[in-house]
């Protein structure tokens, strides 16, 4: 089966007393097998929120998780019940967090963190499971693995804890990993290596979704980019296309948003405005009222999904009226 | 395995123990330091210790171990002298050797009440913070119902019930007291079951019983730790309350509140009667609190400015 993930028309709605929060409203895409998912928006778009669906670890209640199909490698994710979902987590798909440190419990060490995960999964002894542990540390490149197995996590740098986390996620080896902002709370060098190491450790699964807000990291570790936008995608595509020829007004004001350390300008270019209210988004498209190629047709009716070449679609009017959104 | 595993075995069990001694140690040696600095919290400390040791070798260290030694009515009321340090009491006996057995009594009980009320008190507590909803509603009000009885009318009841004694006594403290911990196990948990490292672990397939004994529990042991420090001096003084009224140790049981409540009808003329055992109890329920607060002061670093 070529396709690992289906995500067809997810919503996330939080359901609260005084009004319904639509944090993630009807979004559609796949991950096939060996590729890396990059999805990409601001804060507050959703991107968050819609990993922790697919994986169906968001609390329902208040969450209320719902979609059209959504299945990991064929198999129904949203029909399991709790006991089938946990055996899932961390085995079928595992998820590495944006600040290391307060992911990892401060009063075990990381070989007894490392440990509870592979014989929780595996149902190995001990002894073997520390082994096990060793050698994902010694993949992720980690030096002398026996003693960062006997340390606490304050006694690790952030980076260090990074690699524990995404050595630990790797190791009942899942099918899908997904990689909430893994490093956003990290120093730029750190980064650099971590993206490294993702890139070397992306073969180990079958599947990445990396969630960021840095395109960059998108360019250099993806091969699929989706672009979202107050809970629902505005565009999607290889990420040569995406980037390269970005075709939804969002996704250009993005790309133009990212300063270039060699051009000498006085401001910084950026998209006005701010992300709407997941409460009462704006009626037609969610981002007309910070589009500068704004029509009346966008602020009255939905986009519908076009494609601006193979594989590469948008959610726009402009797509098929103006025809010069596909120029970059 | 590859190279790391083999590393792994090859290190061997001794050089794993020599590291984790070692980590303990390192880790020991902070909280020692911090403890060192605050001379009350040693005061509490040294008296503890004495306590302890006192309880243990009581037997070598009174004068007069046996109830029947050295009790003769013709010695009865005798004031402090060389022979008897704290006197004698109305039966002739030595109160020094009575304070001192006591000690043992009133340390036994303090433990083994602390051990039923944190048994019982921290699943409560934790269950009802980690789950939330029904679960915490329905343990709450049982800890509200326990904690409304007002203990000595508890204990009264139930000396009633089952005579009196020491065991009735335990048993209505532990009954009254566990409520404490269980909202403050409760409370650590609400906060930690929102750790980002128990959502983690969530995410790695935890169960919640994993992430109860793994994540939860021993992150909140030290607030535990501090309120059984402080708490061990306000059951010793339970006890003795509930020996001063009757219906907890039974005579001749060297306990503490009893022989302060024999001593009372003595009091204006032997005073030395009430007032040593009174006195064990001061020094018993200081020693325990300053511990408590120095305790407090290394494990919750916020409370510190005072």
Partial sequence: MAELLEVEDLKTHFVTRRAVVRAVDGITFTVRRGEALGLAGETGSGKSVAARSIMRIVREPPAKVSARRLALEGEDILGLGKARLRDMWGKRISMIFQDPSGYLNPLLTVGAQMTDVIRRHE???????LEAAADMLDMVGMPEPPSVLERYPF???????????????????????IADEPTTALDVTIQAQIIDLLRRLKEKTSGLILIT??????????????????????????????LGSPAHPYTRGLLEAIPDAGAARDSLPFVRGNIPSAIAPP??????????LVTRECRELEPEWREVEP????ACHLAVCGGGAGVA | MGMTGARVNTSGRFERLRRACRTIRKRAGVSWYQLRRNRLTMVGLAIVML????????????????DEEGTSLGNRLKP?????????????????SRVVLGARISLRVGVIAIGATMAIGIPIGAMAGFFGGWVDEAMMRLTDICLAFPHLMLALAISAALGSGLRSAMLAISLTWWPWYARLVRGQALQLRNQPFV?????MGATDADIILRHILPNCIGPVIVNASLDMGYIILATASLGFIGVGAQAPTPEWGLMVSTGRKFFLTSPWMALFPGLAIFVAVLGFNLLGDGLRDVFDPRSRPR
């Fill in chain 1, 123 to 129: 149902g190995v002894s001990r002894r073997a499971a």
């Fill in chain 1, 155 to 177: 006694q690790l740098s952030g980076g260090m804890q990074q690699r524990v986390m995404i050595a630990m996620s790797l190791s009942c080896r899942p099918s899908l990993l």
């Fill in chain 1, 213 to 242: 807000h840095d395109l960059a990291v998108i360019a250099g570790l993806c091969d699929t980019v989706a672009v979202m936008y107050a809970g629902k995608l505005v565009e999607k595509g290889p990420v040569g296309a995406v």
């Fill in chain 1, 283 to 292: 009626p037609g498209c969610r981002f007309s009222p910070r589009c500068d």
């Fill in chain 1, 311 to 314: 594989g590469h679609s948008i």
């Fill in chain 2, 51 to 66: 306590l302890a040791l006192v309880a243990v070798f009581a037997p070598f260290i009174a004068p007069y171990p046996g």
């Fill in chain 2, 80 to 96: 402090p002298s060389r022979e008897h340090l704290f006197g004698t009491d109305d039966l002739g006996r030595d109160v020094f």
């Fill in chain 2, 199 to 203: 959502y983690a672990a969530r995410s």
